[in-house]
Nanobody, 126 residues
């Protein structure tokens, strides 16, 4: 049982930046990956970025690679998503998630994560 509380988000113009935060608490024994997902109106939930919580491994969706960075502050039990060069198509509700994953082909599948944050809106205007 892990509780995830998100902060950040908001509205920016295209080309701008935002940083999302996800603070985790509870039992970390069942967590080795924490990631970010998003869902836009009329679209399915999609993986954005995720990272191994006790190592350097990270995975990114092709649509955000080179623009977004997932990082963590282990001492504060917080995971971040730094979003640069934002585009209108990045507009969505963003969710952080935690899970236990071993040997997956794709680490950005929502069903692999068992705990979720409340979501935060990111709006990018052109």
């Amino acid at each position: 049982q892990v509780q995830l509380v998100q902060s950040g988000g908001g509205s920016v113009q295209a080309g701008g930046s935002l940083r999302l935060s996800c603070e985790a608490s509870g039992d970390f024994a069942t967590v080795n990956y924490m990631g970010w997902f998003r869902q836009a109106p009329g679209r399915q939930r999609e993986g954005v970025a995720t990272r191994y919580t006790v190592g350097p491994d990270t995975y990114y969706a092709a649509s955000v690679k080179g623009r977004f960075t997932v990082s963590q502050d282990r001492a504060e039990n917080t995971v971040y998503l730094q979003m640069n060069d934002l585009k209108p198509e990045d507009t969505a509700v963003y969710y952080c998630a935690a899970g236990w994953i071993v040997g997956a082909t794709d680490y950005l599948i929502p069903a692999l994560y068992h705990s979720w944050g409340q979501g935060t809106q990111v709006t990018v205007s052109s």
